[in-house]
């Protein structure tokens, strides 16, 4: 018969309490026992004596005779000085996963396309102020028709020769870019004056 000194489960759901057993090693876990050599309350704090409760004689005998402590008793016994237990060394347990790993893969090329993006998006703002000011001069190009226009209009009426003079120097500084509608916005003007005078 292949003896086995193990853990017992009592207590209640949530609240685990253990006996320190001797039992047949094909009985149920918390079945029938040979003897009870101990307690373990895992409840309480790791420094209190009444944690683990082992009679450390009487598992000296049931090793002399055989039984085969699990790892959690085999670690009590080292604890209390009965039976020294050889350390275990496990170098996979702390790496991650296959799945972790690639997770991690995924996340490294997100954020290396992040960085990417960014660095265009540093590097491409020199050419956009230019596409900016090609919209503002053809905005200026239309208004400039429109005050020729209004300027035109308004020259019949002679007490409004003066506004349209104030309009004229407004034009030209509009149309300072554009040479061209810059002779074009002083041909009505001059027009204009003629026409007062006239």
């Known amino acids: 018969m292949a003896l086995s000194m193990r853990l017992s489960r009592g207590g209640s759901k949530k609240r685990p309490y253990y006996r320190i057993v001797i039992a047949d090693a094909r009985s149920p876990r918390d079945g029938k026992f040979i003897e009870k050599i101990g307690t373990y309350n895992p409840l309480l704090a790791k420094d209190s004596p009444e944690r683990i409760k082992l009679d450390g004689d009487r598992a000296k005998h049931w090793l002399s005779v055989g039984a ?18 050889a350390a275990k060394n496990n170098p996979n347990k702390g790496k991650p996963g296959e799945k972790a790993v690639e997770r991690a893969e995924e996340r490294a090329e997100k954020a290396k396309a992040a960085e990417e993006a960014a660095a265009e998006a540093a590097a491409a703002p020199a050419p956009e102020p230019v596409a900016e000011e090609a919209p503002a001069e053809a905005v200026t190009e239309e208004a400039a028709p429109a005050v020729e226009e209004a300027v035109a209009e308004e020259a019949p009426a002679a007490e409004e020769a003066a506004p349209v003079a104030e309009e004229a120097p407004a034009a030209e500084a509009t149309a300072e870019e554009a040479p061209v509608e810059e002779a074009a916005a002083e041909a009505p003007a001059e027009a204009a004056e003629e026409k007062s005078e006239g």
């Open 68 to 85: 085969q402590p699990t790892d959690r008793v085999a670690r009590f016994l080292d604890a209390i000085g009965v039976k020294e237990r």
